[in-house]
Antibody, heavy 120, light 107 residues
Framework: QLQLQESGPGLVKPSETLSLTCTVS??????????WGWIRQPPGKGLEWIGS???????YYNPPLQSRVTISVDTSKNQFSLKVRSVTAADTAVYYC????????????WGQGAMVTVSS | DIQMTQSPSSLSASVGDRVTITCRAS??????LAWFQQKPGKAPKLLLF???RLESGVPSRFSGTGSGTDYTLTISSLQPEDFATYYC?????????FGGGTKVEIK
């Protein structure tokens, strides 16, 4: 089974860009037929899908976030990344990366999560 | 967007109890439904997919039923390690959406 690990700054200032990377091990991003996705969870609240990308480049985003979010893949590093622009306190959350096989479509592997706080 | 409504939002139960959690979709999702368990400070763990298929390694006391818009997660005999929050999630269509969660607490 794949292992995923998030990394990135834990503190971001309001109006700046949140950047996180997910490193995949146990398999190749480019050799696997997966969607690579991001989900977030504000403190004490539920789960929100941010978006997903396939290694060939097609990305899908949650409409409320679409204008501020970019997900990209770096096959040379076996990583995929998330950028959220113009952040506010409402973007404070635990951010999870997760894999979803194209055939079965379920999120079957998750990273441990990265807490990101938006504060000046 | 497909809205996923879980009920109840919380429940208290004892070890050995049978527990049922319901998830209702705002439109038909053709069994494209997963159930997750989340413990504090941990990532969600996949329990079931395609509404009723048990993920490898998940105990058989967990089961899922339903069709169309209405789905149920049942824990046949609650164990101490099952006290957690449970989420349903539809993958029928994007945007992927989650239910609001059901917190299972010790009575």
């Amino acid at each position: 089974q794949l292992q995923l690990q998030e990394s990135g700054p834990g503190l971001v200032k309001p109006s700046e860009t949140l950047s996180l990377t997910c490193t995949v091990s146990g398999g190749s991003i480019s050799g696997s037929d997966y969607y690579w996705g991001w989900i977030r969870q504000p403190p004490g609240k539920g789960l929100e899908w941010i978006g997903s990308i396939h290694h060939i480049g097609s990305a899908y985003y949650n409409p409320p976030l679409q204008s501020r979010v970019t997900i990209s893949v770096d096959t040379s590093k076996n990583q995929f990344s998330l950028k959220v622009r113009s952040v506010t306190a409402a973007d404070t959350a635990v951010y999870y990366c997760a894999s979803r096989p194209v055939v079965t479509r379920r999120f079957d592997s998750w990273g441990q999560g990265a807490m990101v706080t938006v504060s000046s | 967007d497909i809205q996923m409504t879980q009920s109840p939002s919380s429940l208290s139960a004892s070890v050995g109890d049978r527990v049922t959690i319901t998830c209702r979709a705002s439109q038909g999702i053709s069994d494209s439904l997963a159930w997750f368990q989340q413990k504090p400070g941990k990532a969600p763990k996949l329990l079931l997919f395609d509404a009723s298929r048990l993920e490898s390694g998940v105990p058989s006391r967990f089961s899922g039923t339903g069709s169309g818009t209405d789905y149920t997660l049942t824990i046949s005999s609650l164990q101490p390690e099952d006290f957690a929050t449970y989420y349903c999630q539809q993958y029928y269509i994007t945007p992927l959406t989650f239910g609001g969660g059901t917190k299972v607490e010790i009575k």
